[in-house]
């Protein structure tokens, strides 16, 4: 063999395990995985929670008595809801528009609930319904004073409590809704889900 | 130190380690873990859809056989009146709860021999008319001849013509007003008492004896220039001398004519009489000066 042939092979192989390093540091993977699977990486609130907790409240919602009595009363008129302040009374992030709008969806596809834009929705469907005053024909012109009141308020909040000890830590959260009449201000309707958390960080496992 | 000694100076350590209170491990069983699936939603919806669309039609249902029973069988205003949403004197059963929108199961409804009364199946869901929410109605052979509201100030019975005009309406509100305003008087609360008072007085304006009531309060309250206002509206109001020429019909007002006057009496000597309010003179309107208008 040449020294020549040896200095090629060298060369060669420094270039493969430069290959195989460069190779090696693009780590990022992405793929679409199913959206009701249960994924938990830091403990911290996520989708599975949100999910978890918006199929116990539609159950409690929508399957309760408090829709059925008013329809019972109202000649099978279902009640009209009218979504508001839901607060995020823990540490953590909870988006809390995921489960509200989960909720939302159910009260309208069941046919059981009548449900009316939230105070932040409805001052842009005014703005557009006072411009059409203005600019638009009078047969196609949406007609003011014509919104639907709403009978029943929804509400409510989450609540977390922690308990940690060395690489232990268990998260408790506390959902809480309700229904609360716009006349009477009786809550006509309390729905709650609980959710306990056991995280372990262990410095070594599989 | 012995060897059966430092054994059992090592057994005590031992136990006295085991028992530290240091932190406890959780051994639940996890009941949904990574690679688990959360129910979904569209069942659950699904579920609620097909129960409420049989609850729904069954109450549909009921609601349209009364209402085709109660148009079939009204004439004239009674027609209108199940139209427009109200339930007037005179209506039978099924117009009454056509009149509300609602089916029988609504309501309860109790028969004794040609007296019949309605109400509410559930309360605080009270069916409503046009006028308010229905908490009784009681039906006299078969028609309506009372019906009750809840109202902010109390239930308000409608049994007859008059009770069922605007003027009607009014004065059965003002009556609530006054006598929630005479509880607070006698309960010694003179402010909330005067504002009960004073809304009465909005919808009873030829009251004279409201207006009585509300000077009252307001001398009670040292107030005196607008009590001395206020009887002099009082008096004002009254035609006195047809009043004395009653007797004693009118006693308890001819007392409230007199107490009135004595008090404007004590009144006008204690304090100079309320200023008169000058006449409306045309003024120049002239433009702000365009400093003001810099400064903005």
């Not at chain 1, 460069?22 to 929670?49: E, F, I, M, Q, Y």
């Amino acid at each position: 063999m040449t020294f020549l042939t040896t200095v090629a092979l060298r060369r060669a192989a420094v270039l493969g395990l430069a290959a195989v390093t460069l190779a090696a540091c693009n780590n990022k993977r992405v793929s679409r995985v199913d959206p009701s699977s249960v994924t938990d990486l830091s403990g911290r609130w996520n989708d599975v929670d949100s999910k978890l907790v918006a199929n116990a409240l539609i159950d409690q919602s929508v399957g309760g008595q408090w829709n059925g009595q008013y329809a019972s009363a109202h000649g099978g008129t279902p009640p009209t809801v009218i979504v508001g302040s839901f607060r995020n009374r823990t540490l953590e992030h909870v988006p809390i528009g995921t489960f509200v709008k989960d909720l939302e969806r159910a009260y309208v596809n069941s046919g059981r609930v009548r449900l009316v834009a939230s105070r932040d929705e409805r001052s842009e469907v005014r703005d557009e319904r006072d411009d059409q005053q203005t600019n638009a024909s009078a047969e196609t012109r949406a007609r003011i004073g014509k919104e639907s009141g709403a009978n029943y308020m929804l509400q409510g909040d989450v609540q977390a409590i922690e308990d940690a000890e060395g690489r232990e830590k268990i998260v408790f959260y506390q959902i809480d809704a309700f229904l609360v009449d716009l006349e009477s201000n009786q809550k006509v309707w309390i729905g709650q889900h609980k959710i306990k958390k056991y995280i372990d960080r262990r410095r070594i496992g599989w | 130190m012995t060897t059966p000694m430092k054994a059992s100076v090592l057994l005590c350590a031992a136990v006295l380690l085991a028992a530290c209170n240091g932190p406890r491990r959780v051994r639940e069983r996890p009941i949904m873990t990574n690679g688990d699936r959360t129910p979904s939603q569209d069942r659950i919806i699904a579920r609620a859809a097909a129960e409420g669309f049989s609850d729904n039609a069954m109450l549909t249902q009921s609601r349209d056989s009364v209402y085709a029973k109660a148009v079939a069988t009204c004439r004239g205003t009674i027609c209108a009146s199940v139209v427009k949403g109200e339930i007037s004197l005179g209506m039978t059963l099924a117009q009454a709860m056509a009149a509300t929108r609602t089916a029988p199961a609504a309501w309860t409804v109790r028969e004794s021999g040609a007296a019949t009364v309605m109400v509410p199946r559930v309360l605080g869901n009270s069916p409503r008319d046009a006028t308010g929410e229905v908490v009784m109605v009681q039906f006299d052979d078969e028609r309506v001849n009372a019906v009750s509201y809840r109202e902010t100030q109390g239930i308000r019975v409608v049994s007859s013509a008059a009770d069922t005009t605007t003027d009607g309406r009014a004065n059965a509100m003002a009556d609530a007003l006054i006598r929630e305003g005479d509880q607070f008087n006698a309960a010694g609360d003179r402010a909330r008492a005067l504002d009960r008072y004073d809304r009465a007085l909005a919808m009873k304006r030829a009251d004279a004896m409201l207006e009585y009531k509300v000077a009252t309060m307001l001398d009670l309250q040292l107030r005196p220039v607008e009590a001395q206002i206020r009887y002099q509206r009082f008096l004002q109001s009254l035609e006195i001398e047809q009043i004395r020429a009653r007797g004693d019909a009118n006693a308890q007002l001819a007392d409230a004519i007199a107490r009135a006057q004595q008090r404007l009496i004590i009144l006008e000597r204690q304090a100079p009489a309320p200023p008169a309010v000058p006449p409306r003179e045309p003024t120049a309107v002239t433009p702000p000066p365009p400093d003001s208008l810099q400064r903005d």
